[in-house]
């Protein structure tokens, strides 16, 4: 759906974007993560045409839209919304009129504009407040109807650049639904600007992490926190070693992360049982992923197949991801 290849970005001199690739599945949200200065905004304002890119190319559907001008690039930019940074609402108009106002910039007849606008109210949730003006809305009601404005034009593509920034959790939660609901009802590509691990958490299928410029770390959640060397992995997961522990208690002591409902209901339960070891969680805890559960564990295993127990929950769909010695003095 999206593809960013070398996309560089310069200002003044001073490097924004350097070399940046990145692919998109279409229908799927996006995180991009890192942070401040690290060039996620610069690179939505240029996958928006907000920017023009020093180089690189930028493909959506396959179509460069970096070398369009003119009626191609009005048309292209048509297909992407975009969610400014911040609170865009015109205070003159109601909610209803901020949604609309795309529609009147595209001539679409008054019944058509007002029959997309209900929809677009009915999808964030604010049916209620159609006519209330922006200052009698609160902050996360007010970015609800920006990202509804932002989908009037049925884009297939949404960018949205830090949209929970100064909310609190509760209407982050709703800011962040909408922008899910509009993925899975109108099938839009959703890219998320972001500083907040949070945000990947509720509703990223991929992430891209950047560092000065460039893409560090780039691939789907689920796969990434299986990855013992992933900073998302690290961001996203429970921490392990916040309650030390006594490592000599145990003939083994090891990390496991484990991803999905079976897993992290029955795996460890069922190694015990089958290697007739004594298996403790001493550390690490539970969180949720999108809809998917996903534990990191440190275990604590006494038992001659200790090993064994730690290799099957490895074959079996578990990943281990540290094995210490024991006392025994052999490597796990």
């Keep these: 759906m999206i593809t960013v290849e070398n996309l560089t970005k310069s200002f003044q001199g001073v490097s924004a974007l350097n070399g940046v690739t990145l692919d998109v599945e279409a229908g799927t949200v996006l995180g991009v993560v890192g942070p401040s200065g690290a060039g996620k905004s610069t690179l939505a304002r240029c996958v928006a045409l907000l920017e023009r890119p020093d180089s690189g190319a930028i493909r959506v559907d396959g ?65 209620d407040k159609a006519a209330s003006y922006p200052d009698q809305l609160s902050g996360g009601q007010r970015q609800r109807i920006a990202v509804a404005r932002a989908l009037a034009a049925n884009p297939s593509v949404l960018l949205a650049d830090e949209p929970t ?37 509720k ?13 560090v770390e780039h691939g789907k959640v689920l796969d990434l926190v299986n990855d013992v060397a992933s900073r998302t992995s690290s961001a996203l ?11 000599s208690s145990y003939d083994r002591v090891a990390d496991v992360v484990l991803v999905g409902f079976a897993a992290v209901g029955a795996l460890l339960p069922e190694a015990a049982h089958r290697f007739g070891v004594e298996l403790n969680i001493v550390g690490g805890g539970l969180t949720r992923l999108g809809e998917t559960p996903v534990a990191r564990f440190r ?33 796990a």
């Design 63 to 127: 179509t460069d839209i970096t070398s369009l001008d003119g009626s191609a690039l009005r048309a292209a930019r048509r297909q992407i919304g975009v969610v400014p940074q911040g609170d865009s609402l015109l205070r003159q108009r109601t909610a209803a009129g901020n949604i609309a106002l795309p529609l009147e910039s595209a001539g679409i007849p008054g019944p058509q504009r007002r029959t997309r606008v209900g929809e677009l109210l009915d999808l964030v949730g604010l049916t």
């Design 165 to 201: 920034s100064a909310l609190d959790p509760e209407t982050t939660g709703s800011v962040l639904t909408v922008l899910d609901r509009a993925r899975a009802e109108l099938g839009v590509t959703v890219l998320v600007v972001t500083h907040d691990m949070g945000v990947v958490r």
């Design 203 to 215: 509703i990223c299928d991929d992430v891209a992490v950047l560092e000065q410029g460039r893409v």
């Design 237 to 247: 997961l429970p921490a392990v070693d916040l309650n030390p522990i006594n490592e």
């Design 299 to 331: 275990l604590g295993l006494n038992g001659e197949r200790s090993d064994s127990a730690l290799e099957w929950i490895g074959e079996a769909g578990g990943s281990v991801q540290r094995s210490l010695k024991g006392p025994q003095g052999v490597a």
